[in-house]
């Protein structure tokens, strides 16, 4: 029976499922084993996992059998944050737990990779297949001099070659970075400068909207602009030869040569991300071969159910955190679906075709696809054979409680419906997919295991039912080690400790219910503040994007000098609307409705587009600082927006504000 404080889910878990899933069994397991609450269901193991931090990691390692080359003298010898030492003199290979699945003679020919273009032919490459090109292409590593801690490159786009990439360099113990071939140059050595690479892999374009796109130039002013590089590498995507001076993908990858994974500690650097930097150098985040192994093994094969008789497929490129947690898949056992092309090449339902023709069991992609499949009226269910599908996760901003619907009416009725919230700064979600646990509409349904998530009140004071910043008190393993080029560690302080000492505070307004899950609110350093109200934008742009005249939204709030608050909103219009007073007063109408008066924006601007990030979050912290009259140049970092064209807009209205 529901309470009157707890709604109606949307959708439950049946017996049967809760009883298959791997959570389930790793929860008796961790009972009989390491003393877990054998009854309570999640609630129960979850604050098992926090209370009990040290005990629960150790099961998650005995649970996925990692392999420790050298054992562990303690599971967390210091629980400082920043500063955490997780399985203290331990070591071990990423690189060997992602490809074991190739040392099963009876799955040696089953496919690890599922490749797909925009012909939405999937082709596959065997387990044994990928564990043969990592072997040779990591001896070929060893044979250019890449030592541990070396930095390996790639300006490539989602292909087998990346992931066969990636491994290599995970297995010699190099350090891999990756950017996507859409970034310009400028994008790119804003990042690869930092971390100073030895080895560069690159194609010679993409194929993006059924169009080809050269890439050579941007790949001779990379070379020209890296000169740590000793090798470059040439994958001849469009079919072009190797440039003069380069290294042939075909001639690394030709030897039957068996891989040796080179044992590094637990904290050794596996890879290094980027922030979206859209106010300075990207933060080149590093996070560990240890820390992301167990972090994923805990998300993958708990939190997301995966296992050898699944296929995962999430729509993203190298140039984003969510391709890294996509090739984590393999550590599973789990078939990887890799899509190179556009999310909605030929038409808007292409990534449900590419989940019908994989047979994707966990289908993943962004809450902005969703919605734009509502708003285009495409029906998954109708059109589609998704019976494979168990799960549809999104990710990237929160899912409206109208995606949740949509998703449920036009996908199927029993379908798992995973909205998950994380950040490129732990490659993985704070809270999420949870497979035995009910969904409700608009709602994350709990934080992650061995994630104590709480939402905080200024000062410092836990809050249920109310807004409050998301903190994690707690380390979690895939917490980075450092930042590059950061040797006193302050700007890593200063991104995550700085309003809470000891506790890291991401950066987003969340309220945690009484029933245990989560809403997610936006970002906190872009809040709106009236009247002494905190407001989150995403609550804004999920009523004004309801009106199918609203392509999308922006809407950003100023304080102002003389101690008012303006806070306009911008809007690109769909094909063929025009902003006119009706459709202003349906906007506000809408607004005040479905929120409150105070959410009403003083003023409604239209825009051609709006600006994102190059992972396709809106701007909103530059556009602010534009608006208030700061120059272009210092606003914003050119090379980490997808359209740089749209912000003189907002520097002349700044400028414009400043002077009237």
């Known amino acids: ?390 799960c549809v996760a999104t990710t990237g901003s929160p899912l409206p409680p109208d995606g949740f619907r949509w998703l449920h009416d036009e996908v199927a009725e029993d379908l798992w419906i995973a909205s998950v919230s994380g950040g490129t700064d732990v490659c993985s979600c704070f809270a999420g997919a949870v497979p035995t646990l009910p969904v409700h509409i608009g709602e994350l349904q709990a934080p992650c295991l061995g994630t104590d998530l709480q939402a905080w009140d200024p000062s410092g004071k836990p809050l249920v039912g109310e807004v409050g910043e998301l903190v994690v008190t707690n380390p979690m393993p895939s917490m980075p080690i450092h930042f590059w080029n950061d040797p006193d560690g302050s700007r890593y302080r200063d991104s995550y400790f700085e309003m809470f000492p000891g506790a890291w505070r991401h950066g987003d307004w969340i309220t945690i219910t009484d029933h245990g899950s989560v809403v997610i609110h936006g970002r906190s350093d872009s809040t709106l503040n009236r009247q002494g109200v905190r407001m989150g934008s995403a609550d804004i742009y999920e009523a004004v994007e309801r009106l199918p005249e609203i392509k999308e939204s922006l809407v950003i709030g100023l304080e102002e000098p003389n101690g008012g608050y303006w806070m306009p909103l911008f809007v690109h219009l769909a094909p063929g609307a025009t902003l006119d007073d009706d459709l202003r007063a349906r906007v506000k109408t809408t607004i005040r409705e479905q929120l409150s008066p105070r959410h009403v924006p003083d003023e409604i601007i239209e825009v051609p587009a709006i600006p994102h990030t190059l992972t396709g979050k809106r701007i909103e912290v530059p556009v602010k600082r534009l608006l208030q009259g700061t120059p272009l140049a210092k606003a914003v970092n050119a090379g980490s927006v997808d359209n740089i064209d749209l912000l003189p807009f907002y520097e002349e209205l700044g400028r414009t504000r400043a002077q009237g």
Not at 246 to 263: G, H, Q, R, Y
């Open 1 to 390: 029976m529901t309470s009157a404080s707890t709604p109606q889910p949307l959708w439950s878990p049946g017996p049967d499922r809760i009883a298959a899933a791997r959570i389930t069994a790793f929860q008796a397991w961790a009972a009989e084993r390491f003393g877990a609450p054998a009854a309570g269901g999640y609630p129960a193991l979850h604050r098992w996992s926090v209370d009990e931090l040290d005990t629960f990691w150790q099961a998650v390692a005995e649970w996925f059998d990692v392999r420790f080359t050298s054992p562990y003298e303690s599971v967390l010898a210091d629980r400082a944050m920043p500063g955490a030492r997780w399985f203290t003199g331990a070591t071990l290979n990423y690189a060997e737990h992602a490809l074991r699945a190739a040392e099963d003679p009876a799955r040696a020919d089953e496919a690890a990779l599922l490749h797909v273009d925009e012909t939405h032919e999937a082709v596959p490459v065997t387990w044994a297949e990928l564990r043969r090109q990592v072997g040779a292409l990591s001896a070929e590593l060893r044979a250019l001099g890449v030592r541990p801690g070396d930095r390996v490159s790639g300006y490539l786009p989602n292909i087998p070659e990346a992931v066969t990439a990636l491994l290599a360099t995970a297995a010699v113990g190099a350090v891999w970075t990756s950017c996507a071939p859409d970034f310009g140059a400028r994008s790119v050595l804003d990042r690869f400068q930092q971390v100073e690479p030895v080895i560069l892999f690159t194609v010679d374009g993409y194929r993006y909207g059924g169009k080809e796109h050269d890439r050579r130039d941007t790949v001779a002013e990379l070379r020209a602009e890296l000169p740590s590089l000793r090798a470059v590498v040439h994958i001849p995507l469009l079919g072009t030869d190797a440039p003069e001076g380069t290294l042939a993908w075909s001639e690394l990858t030709a030897a039957a040569t068996e891989p040796v994974f080179e044992a590094v500690p637990f904290d050794h650097p596996l890879w290094v991300l980027y922030s979206s930097g859209t106010t300075g150098l990207p933060k080149a985040i590093v996070q560990s071969q240890g820390g992301i192994l167990l972090e994923h093994l805990k998300q993958l094969g708990l939190h997301c159910d995966l296992g050898p008789e699944d296929r995962f497929f999430w729509y993203t490129s190298t140039g984003w955190m969510m391709w890294n947690f996509l090739v984590s898949g393999l550590l599973t056992g789990t078939t990887v679906v890799l899509y190179d092309g556009s999310p909605g090449y030929p038409d808007t339902g292409a990534q449900w075709r590419i989940a019908e023709r994989t047979k994707a069991t966990l289908y993943g992609t962004s809450a902005a696809y969703v919605m734009a499949c509502r708003k285009a009226e495409v029906h998954p269910g109708r059109d589609f054979d998704l019976s494979s599908v168990k």
